[in-house]
């Protein structure tokens, strides 16, 4: 049997092969490692979907980058890390070789930084990843493009800041956290007790074990400790439970904000009525009403290539999330272009373009994307780009934009994420790059 | 004090209400081995099936009531279908191949559930009010009374049916002992696909409330191992155990992640249930109310 | 052929790939975890299909195998290769039988259920402790290299060796094991427990053994895994499913034999990879992955039952079933242990 599926592959690399010599245009080749089935298939679908959307446009409306062409293939990893990892070793093999790496996952990000660091290929975690990655000077392939944890948090407090009346009017406040049961869930903890010191609020965590069905006792306990804002750091079903479980115990659902990965609709709509009012963060806007989604709607979907089967989540904040995310991937390939040529770009290429990626408000609205994320703005040492966050809040229906768009703190935050990125070098025995300018 | 006291209350009376929700899995579990001496590891993924089916049904515009007769109808089948394929071919083996085989048989009903109708998130309203009601100043779910009004309700009838319809009775004497039950003339294939039939209706309800409680997606499914604990606590053969065990386990757990949990940093409930189900089990292995096995040598 | 004659060829032939094939997707998405995971599913057939203590737990020590392995390789630098694959293993082992000690009251469901209690516990410890995983800001780690004698096991081949050393090694324990009077012990107490007790086995100390022993494996199991396959360790990579992955595996491939382990683990490696490779050369692009995906789940769940019913001591019986046809009848040959006779009647109402 062993045999029998080498041989397959062989012929189907082969094959491929062979077509590919057989193309004329040049192309710039994307694996997806992708999840359309398991827990989180619903953020999965929306986030490749876009992704696959925007690379469909540029093909149709532009013919490719400069005349190259973008293609892909999907790997099913049903967020798991060692299928995620299988379908690196599988997709790396072809020719030509990956531009960038996109999982949308911790883990599998996690076990594909060493990997790829040897392929020299790049590793693209939009707003999630190894926070300390936002130091391109330890981690030259690993971009956490837009938003990191960290960043997040602190988004998030001033946010509750201009809620209070002002950020100083935060002293004596009490917030809680009510977090996933997991690394990830964890993660921020030590950042908002920093914030916590520095502002003069009081700060509560709170656990809820995966998957989260149950979260009576936590909600009383938020009940007895009588916060003014409860973060909710949630995943998956932990979401709607919460919104739910809040409502059930007389929590107020307008004063929980939710951070980046309990923002979807996926997440609010199970809860129905209870999650009307809902807050949450995000890096971009929901809504097709962006010149850059009408082209989507109109060249992609109209002529049959859109990759939603269900029209209504077009706009929705995974698909925007993919959509953007292939804005910079494309716009990465574009900057490199003009330094290394028209032409297939390889993966060392690629990761020059994505370190010298700046996208300006003037520029993002040439996109077509003004108002659907701000700007990006990716150095040697800043790999995160000082993305900015706005929030959004749930109708019931659909959500809509009720902030301005907020930077994070992020000179408080890189004191800490220097720390941790030195001793990752340290224990890998790296030497950070020296960043010059 | 008073509002200390106040709070275990309300945190008392949180846990017995979804140890009430729990019970309601663990009764479809019940039935099934009282009868049939199966462990039905398939329970949960025929709730997750039961709930994305009327869901599915509801958001392309089918009336509530059809939806769960449609439902219910292909439970019952679901059920029978089980029974007759995959059970009945393993009648003499080990209950660990039975219940290997109900595992393998949750992996064909999860992947077929979101074959069928896709892997997204729903909302499922069934038109229960979620507000808080106060009672004496203690906090209770409007939501988690009337699930509790239902379970019961779905207990008394089971009971009756036990023990005042033939076939109830029918029931008894297979769970005691299947061999004077065929003697006396009783058709026990009749008799299991009835009951998996029942426990098709069980899973559905179960279904409806944890999914109205939860949103109905994949980890609907995982609620059956919050059942577990509660049917080593009341015994794998016994409705009554399985309330009295849910309860319990309900309170305990709640009150152990309120009370206990901040002293380890929480989140203990993912063990405790089964840390007390454990403990139990150490002083009276076959549980509450779980018959003592006899065996000779 | 003799056990130990047919052993060797197997190792030789599986050293000797590399040789002749360096492609890493081989060895790094295919062989290497195929070797950890059958490893796994040795200790778990031990303890379950030869002494039929029901464990539904084994990637909670499959974890601690792997923590371990961490926290010795981090705080004890310079510690040699063989002894953290020892102490690691250990270390599982020691806990193992700390969770074994149920089974000296609880039988059949009742112990699975405790078994849980020790998947749920461990998961939630190893999360919950940031010790463990040396206080990582976000709980997954990155696995360091392995090393003995100043040469680092990285490329994916040099892995794979040290996999094919480590699991052949433990195999030939497990199945001089397998043969000797404990052996025997542990099928005397899984038949019927009271007998044996009555012939004069020490359950106690039997029942605890196996718990010992299959955890030690387990363990071991488990660093392979995060060490020469994944390189990343982290909590969700051990959860329910993957205890119940194994215990397909042995179900599959053969209770309460030694190469049904890796018969089940081939299956269960290369069934899913197979297919979605097919799928993916054969089928247009546009077509959905997670369809491919909740197919094979279906087909999966169906061959368990389908093995079940129709061939309970797995694909190893079959097999020799098969070779007993197409070979002449040797005298001497030792006949398999019975695992799945059909209970005396007297039980059925007794025993779970």
């Known amino acids: ?437 | 004090m008073m509002e200390e006291l106040r709070f275990l209350i309300e945190v008392l009376v949180g846990g017995l209400l979804s140890g009430v929700m729990y019970s309601l899995v663990a009764i479809g579990f019940v039935l099934i081995y009282k009868t049939s001496g199966v462990l039905n590891f398939a329970q949960g993924s025929m709730i997750l099936f039961a709930a994305l089916t009327v869901v599915s049904l509801l958001e392309r515009g089918v009336p509530m009531a059809l939806a769960i007769a449609v439902s219910l109808v292909g439970m019952i089948v679901i059920g029978m279908a089980i029974e007759r394929t995959v059970l009945r071919p393993l009648v003499n083996r080990t209950p660990i191949t039975l219940f290997m085989a109900t595992l393998g048989v949750s992996y064909v009903i999860e992947g077929a559930a979101q074959l069928l109708w896709g892997a997204q998130v729903h909302g499922l309203d069934l038109g229960i009010d979620d507000s808080p009601l106060e009672i004496q100043g203690v906090l209770v779910s409007s939501f988690d009374l009337v699930a509790a009004a239902i379970a019961a309700t779905m207990v008394a009838v089971l009971s009756a049916f036990f023990r005042l319809t033939r076939t109830g009775l029918a029931f008894r004497a297979v769970a005691d002992d299947p061999f004077a039950a065929l003697a006396v003339g009783l058709r026990l294939p009749a008799i299991w696909a009835t009951v998996w039939a029942t426990s098709g209706i069980v899973a559905l309800v179960a279904g409806l409330l944890w999914g109205a409680r939860l949103g109905v997606q994949f980890s609907l499914s995982m609620v059956v191992l919050k059942a577990l604990p509660v049917l080593v606590l009341g015994g794998f053969d016994s409705v009554a155990g399985a309330i009295v065990g849910g309860l319990a386990i309900g309170a305990a757990e709640k009150l152990s992640e309120v009370y206990l949990g901040p002293l380890v940093g929480g989140g203990i409930e993912s063990w405790f249930a089964y840390a007390v189900a454990l403990a139990f089990l150490l002083i009276r292995p076959t549980g509450l109310f779980g018959r003592k096995p006899v065996e000779r040598v | 052929m003799t056990a130990l004659r047919f052993l060797v060829l197997v190792t030789a032939l599986a050293a000797g790939l590399p040789l002749v094939y360096s492609g890493s997707y081989l060895y790094d998405a295919i062989l290497t975890p195929f070797l950890a995971l059958s490893l796994a599913a040795l200790g778990l057939n031990l303890l379950t299909g030869y002494a039929g203590q029901v464990s539904l737990g084994s990637s909670a020590f499959m974890a601690i195998g792997a923590y371990s392995a961490y926290n010795l390789t981090l705080r004890i630098p310079g510690l040699p290769l063989v002894a953290i694959l020892l102490a690691s293993g250990g270390i599982t082992a020691a806990i193992g039988l700390v969770f074994g000690l149920p089974s000296l009251r609880l039988r059949g469901f009742y112990l699975a259920v405790s078994t849980l209690a020790a998947q749920f516990f461990v998961q939630w410890a190893l999360n919950k402790f940031g010790w463990f995983s040396h206080d990582s800001a976000s709980g997954v780690i990155s696995a360091p290299a392995l090393q003995a004698f100043g040469f680092r096991f990285e490329s994916p081949v040099a892995r794979y060796d040290l996999s094919l050393a480590v699991v052949v090694l433990l195999t030939a324990l497990a199945f001089r094991l397998s043969r000797s009077q404990t052996g025997l012990n542990l099928i005397a107490i899984r038949d019927h427990e009271t007998a044996a007790r009555v012939i004069g086995v020490s359950v106690v100390k039997t029942k605890l053994l196996a718990f010992l022993i299959s955890s030690f494996l387990i363990g071991v199991a488990g660093v392979l895994w995060s060490f020469a396959y994944l390189r990343t360790i982290e909590p969700n990579g051990f959860t329910l499913d993957r205890s119940f992955q194994i215990l397909f595996i042995i179900i599959i491939g053969g209770v309460a034999t030694i190469r049904g382990a890796f018969i089940g683990a081939a299956f269960m490696v290369l069934l899913p990879l197979g297919l979605s490779n097919l799928g993916a050369a054969l089928l247009p692009k546009s077509f959905d992955s997670g369809v491919l995906e909740m197919s094979l789940k279906v087909v999966q769940g169906s061959l368990i039952v389908l093995f079940l019913i129709v061939e309970p001591n797995g694909l190893a019986a079959l097999g020799q079933r098969l070779w007993r046809r197409a070979l002449p009848v040797r005298s001497g040959s030792k006949p398999d242990a019975q695992p799945f006779a059909p209970p005396l009647p007297e039980t059925l109402n007794g025993e779970i």
């Open chain 1, 1 to 437: 049997m062993r045999n029998l599926s080498a041989m397959i592959r062989g012929i189907a690399v082969g094959a491929s092969l062979l077509a590919s010599t057989a193309a004329q245009a040049d192309e710039q080749y994307f694996p997806l490692q992708s999840y359309r089935v398991g827990p989180y298939a619903a953020g999965g679908t929306g986030f490749f979907g876009g992704f696959i959307d925007y690379l469909n446009l540029v093909n149709i409306r532009d013919g490719g980058v400069n005349g190259v062409k973008l293609t892909w293939d999907e790997c099913e990893t049903q967020y798991e890390v060692e299928r995620g990892v299988e379908c690196y070793e599988r997709q790396k093999g072809h020719r030509p070789g990956a531009s960038a790496w996109n999982p949308l996952s911790v883990g599998i990000a996690y076990a594909m930084i060493d990997r790829i660091t040897a392929d020299k290929v790049p590793l693209i975690t939009i707003n999630h990843g190894r926070t300390d990655s936002t130091d391109g000077r330890v981690f030259p392939y690993v971009f956490p493009l837009l938003l990191n944890p960290y960043s997040e948090t602190s988004g998030i407090i001033t946010y509750i800041g201009t809620k209070v009346g002002g950020i100083d009017k935060l002293k004596g406040k009490k917030i809680a956290v009510l977090y996933h049961g997991s690394p990830y869930g964890k993660e921020t903890i030590p950042i908002y007790d920093l914030l916590a010191q520095k502002f003069g609020f009081e700060v509560q965590q709170i656990e809820v074990p995966h998957p989260g069905n149950e979260q009576q006792a936590q909600w009383l306990t938020i009940r007895r400790y009588h916060p003014d804002y409860v973060v909710l750091r949630g995943w998956g079903v932990m979401n709607p439970v919460a919104l739910k479980t809040a409502q059930k115990t007389g929590f107020p659902v307008d004063h929980i904000i939710g951070n980046v990965w309990s923002n979807s609709e996926e997440d609010a709509t199970p809860a129905g009525d209870a999650a009307k009012g809902y807050v949450a963060i995000t890096t971009q806007a929901s809504g097709a009403e962006y010149p850059v989604l009408q082209e989507i709607v109109k060249t992609v979907y109209g002529s049959g290539k859109g990759n939603l089967d269900d029209k209504k989540r077009i706009g929705s904040v995974y698909h925007n999330l993919g959509i953007v995310n292939g804005i910079l991937n494309v716009e990465a390939i574009r900057v490199a272009q003009e330094k290394f040529g028209h032409r297939t770009l390889t993966g060392e290429e690629v990761r020059w373009g994505f370190e010298n990626l700046h996208l300006d408000e003037a520029r993002v609205a040439a996109l077509g994307a003004k108002g659907l994320f701000h700007s990006i703005h990716v150095t040697c040492a800043n790999h995160e780009g000082e993305g900015r966050v706005t929030f959004q809040q749930w109708d019931g229906a659909k959500w809509t934009v009720v902030s301005d768009w907020i930077a994070p703190d992020w000179a408080l935050l890189r004191p800490i994420i220097e720390k941790s990125s030195a001793s990752y070098a340290a224990e890998k025995g790296i030497t950070p790059r020296d960043c010059g300018n």
